[in-house]
T-cell receptor, first 115, second 110 residues
Framework: GAGVSQSPRYKVAKRGQDVALRCDPI?????LFWYQQALGQGPEFLTY????????KSGLPSDRFFAERPEGSVSTLKIQRTQQEDSAVYLC?????????????FGPGTRLTVT | QKEVEQNSGPLSVPEGAIASLNCTYS??????FFWYRQYSGKSPELIMF????GDKEDGRFTAQLNKASQYVSLLIRDSQPSDSATYLC??????????FGTGTSLTVIP
């Protein structure tokens, strides 16, 4: 079946612009996660949804970052007033089970470059 | 102290050898342990997960968990050049977030 998809795959934004990154999880997966991965580092947790509820947003680096999953499937990560330090790959992952203790399947990521 | 520590490598092994990748974690309450493979420019791909102490085998891969030592490892038998990638260890505490290590770069030399 289809895996996790993300769009766009690449995004270049000028400093100060707003961006929206989309994630389509595996159908039927209850849990959805967003991660930020800088070059040479492991993914860093941003936020977690169980269905439409955002149960953990402790990893969001500032109030410029906002995520939603209004109908419990597709999710959008929005970054307002982008800064150069926001340049990274943003990964979305989904998991069949509720909770954060189960295997997660990753999408291809969106590479964001802020100039 | 980081939640999950891995030797960044690079680790080089000849084709056909056993590659051993190691990971330590700091949260003694951690319950779930995962190994992901990440090729350059690609996203992480789940290889194995383990929840209980001991060994878990899947094909050429064996995950080993020692909760008393807070240590998890991945063995790759009969290493192939296609195994060359970065291997990420991920650990999850009871109800807590996934924490990833920075990854170990593995090169299998033909």
């Amino acid at each position: 079946g289809a895996g996790v998809s993300q769009s766009p795959r690449y995004k270049v934004a000028k400093r100060g612009q707003d961006v929206a990154l989309r994630c389509d999880p595996i159908s039927g997966h209850v849990s959805l996660f967003w991660y930020q991965q800088a070059l040479g580092q492991g993914p860093e947790f941003l936020t977690y949804f169980q269905n439409e509820a955002q149960l953990d947003k402790s990893g969001l680096p500032s109030d410029r970052f906002f995520a939603e999953r209004p109908e419990g499937s597709v999710s959008t990560l929005k970054i307002q007033r982008t800064q150069q330090e926001d340049s990274a790959v943003y990964l979305c992952a989904s998991s069949l089970e509720p909770g954060q203790g189960y295997e997660q399947y990753f999408g291809p990521g969106t590479r964001l470059t802020v100039t | 102290q980081k939640e999950v520590e891995q030797n960044s490598g690079p680790l080089s092994v000849p084709e056909g050898a056993i590659a051993s990748l190691n990971c330590t974690y700091s949260d003694r309450g951690s319950q779930s342990f995962f190994w992901y493979r990440q090729y350059s420019g690609k996203s992480p791909e789940l290889i194995m997960f383990i929840y209980s102490n001991g060994d878990k085998e899947d094909g050429r891969f064996t995950a080993q968990l020692n909760k008393a030592s807070q240590y998890v490892s991945l063995l790759i038998r009969d290493s192939q050049p296609s195994d060359s990638a970065t291997y990420l260890c991920a650990v999850n505490g009871n109800g807590n977030q996934f924490y990833f290590g920075t990854g170990t770069s593995l090169t299998v030399i033909p």
